[in-house]
């Protein structure tokens, strides 16, 4: 309730204010066509801080502290520079309400009053489309202030408590629909990352079978190759004159000693281009068969580190190995070594 209840006779504005009035009228009404922004997360920022903090008067208290000569002026500069209702503190409804309080029998003030009161209406609907509820609120006031038995205020201060209701609903929703969205963006990605781990498991499972299944038949292929070798060389050994069985004749072992070998020639190997940008070093243990000739009859290699990476290097270079003939044929083991710049 205010103090103010005494009602006053309605003299008209000079033609000049109405001009005004109405274009600015007209633009109010374009406006309203519009569809209202999004500014759900203003809004309810703006709806938050009007439940703790109480609305501010309708006339600030600058402006209540204005001369009534101060506030004619004023209400004639802001009506001419088209400012009805806002900004808050320095527009005309405020210095009319604060003229009225002062010169309460001034027609002129309250007719002004009563014409902006229809702007002030549009304003406040279209703050409420823009769930902008802290100028709703504003403009409520300076209605309610000009007159609080305005037939428009109930239903105005319903539809802004039920506004602002229903965007709280909606905030909580939306809050509620993101957190739900990220946990469900969690579980998938959680998901997604077991599967992929237990397809990688599967796949290195399948790859190592894969390479022990190959180095398996490596090795049984290079035993094969070492063992017709042997027969080989067994057989070329072997005088021509003695009947084919002698050519199975024992052959000397690794176990024999190496000092029977004379080496004549024995090359280095070649380094592998590749280990050798990669400053790779390793070694190779080959076993070799040395025939009477002392030429390399068979080779192959009995182990290596790194698997693969010098074998056919160290092979190559001691299949060209020579050595002082001998009595009969040798196998014995050696190891080459590969070193960067060595």
């Not at 808050?88 to 027609?107: C, F, I, Q, T």
Request: proline letters at 8%; one cysteine or more.
């Amino acid at each position: 309730m205010h103090a103010n209840t005494t009602t006053h006779a309605r003299p008209r504005v000079t033609r000049k204010h109405l001009y005004v009035l109405a274009a600015l009228g007209m633009a109010l009404a374009a406006c309203n066509k519009e569809p209202a922004p999004n500014a759900a997360g203003t809004a309810a920022a703006a709806t938050a801080a009007a439940a703790v903090a109480p609305p501010p008067p309708a006339v600030s208290e600058a402006v209540q502290a204005m001369s009534a000569d101060q506030l004619r002026e004023a209400a004639s500069t802001a009506l001419r520079e088209q400012r009805l209702y806002a900004p808050a503190g320095n527009n005309a409804m405020e210095y009319y309400l604060a003229l009225r309080d002062k010169a309460p029998s001034d027609p002129a003030v309250a007719s002004a009053l009563t014409d902006l009161m229809p702007y002030a209406l549009i304003a406040t609907e279209q703050s409420i489309q823009r769930e902008d509820f802290v100028e709703a609120q504003r403009l409520y006031a300076l209605m309610e202030k000009t007159d609080y038995e305005a037939p428009a205020l109930p239903r105005l201060k319903k539809t802004i408590a039920d506004a602002q209701t229903a965007l709280a609903a909606r905030t909580e929703q939306d809050k509620l629909k993101t957190e739900q969205d990220a946990k469900t963006k969690a579980d998938l990605e959680k998901t997604r990352l077991a599967q992929q781990a237990a397809a990688q498991q599967q796949a290195a499972q399948q790859l190592a079978a894969q390479q022990a299944q190959q180095e398996a038949d490596r090795k049984a292929a290079a035993d094969k190759e070492a063992a017709a070798q042997k027969e080989a060389a067994a057989k070329t050994a072997a005088p021509a004159s003695q009947p084919a069985t002698a050519a199975a004749a024992p052959t000397r072992t690794a176990s024999a000693s190496p000092s029977g070998l004379k080496p004549v020639s024995t090359p280095a190997p070649k380094y592998p281009p590749e280990a050798a940008r990669r400053q790779q070093s390793g070694e190779v243990q080959v076993e070799i068969t040395v025939g009477t000739d002392g030429s390399v009859t068979s080779a192959r290699v009995v182990d290596a580190t790194p698997p693969r990476i010098f074998d056919r290097e160290a092979l190559a270079a001691v299949k060209r190995w020579k050595f002082e003939p001998l009595d009969a044929p040798v196998t014995t083991r050696r190891t080459i070594n590969f070193r960067p710049g060595g």
